[in-house]
């Protein structure tokens, strides 16, 4: 049972365009979301955060949208570049207790950014 | 400072082979994580330290899954009998105090059961 759902395995836009990343969400106890960058042999590298107290997290060129009645959240990186061609992981928080805020991740989307 | 590191980066292991993972995490971090990412997946959570204390396994998948931090800095995650659907990247993540939201994950180790 996928509580976080990627459903777009991979993206591609072209350089200079906005890329728009998805993610839904089915556990009503999750209060934190994260973004993740994973390029190919290295681990996922944190991008930005939102918490659920909020509907929109700015940084640079990345944005992240929550709809909490949704349960969706997206990502928005404007204007894309070839550097950020990655996987990307939507990722949920909630606490499970002994202060465990173990994070729960989608399958990840491949965005390609053509030059 | 230096990040998170793993090691080995790769092992491949023969099926029944016990192996032993080693994690690494950010120095003064106090809370470190187990992930196993199978491909073409997400990681998926294992189990977490806070210091030495082990507070929560679920995630383990079987009893042959057992991991340590016994001084609260390097922690181990040993296999025991692998099995090949054991084969996945195990991700190592520490975060600064508990309730830090922000994991800073290692490069991960590729376990290869033959």
């Known amino acids: 049972d996928q509580q976080v759902k990627q459903n777009s395995p991979s993206l591609s836009v072209q350089e200079g365009r906005i890329s728009i990343l998805n993610c839904d969400y089915t556990?009503?106890?999750?209060?934190?979301f994260l973004w993740y960058k994973k390029y190919p042999a290295e681990g996922p590298t944190f991008l930005i955060s939102i918490s659920s107290i909020k509907d929109k997290n700015e940084d640079g060129r990345f944005t992240v949208f929550l709809n909490k009645s949704a349960k969706h959240l997206s990502l928005h990186i404007v204007p894309s570049q070839p550097g950020d061609s990655a996987v990307y992981f939507c990722a949920a928080s909630a606490f499970s207790g002994g202060s465990n805020y173990k994070l729960t991740f989608g399958k990840g989307t491949l965005l390609t950014v053509n030059p | 400072g230096a990040g998170v590191s793993q090691s080995p980066r790769y092992k491949v292991a023969k099926r029944g082979q016990d192996v032993a993972l080693r994690c690494d995490p950010i120095?003064?971090?106090?809370?470190l994580f187990w992930y196993q990412q199978a491909l073409g997946q997400g990681p998926e959570f294992l189990t977490y330290?806070?210091?030495?204390?082990?507070?929560?396994k679920s995630g383990l998948p079987s009893d042959r899954f057992f991991a340590e931090r016994p001084e609260g800095s390097v922690s181990t995650l040993k296999i025991q009998r692998t099995q090949q659907e054991d084969s996945a990247v195990y991700l190592c993540?520490?975060?600064?105090?508990?309730?830090?939201?922000?994991?800073?994950f290692g490069p991960g180790t590729r376990l290869t059961v033959t």
């Open positions: 993540a520490s975060s600064l105090f508990p309730g830090s939201y922000e994991q800073y």
């Open positions: 120095s003064g971090h106090v809370s």
């Open positions: 330290f806070q210091n030495e204390a082990q507070l929560d």
């Open positions: 556990n009503s106890m999750f209060d934190y």
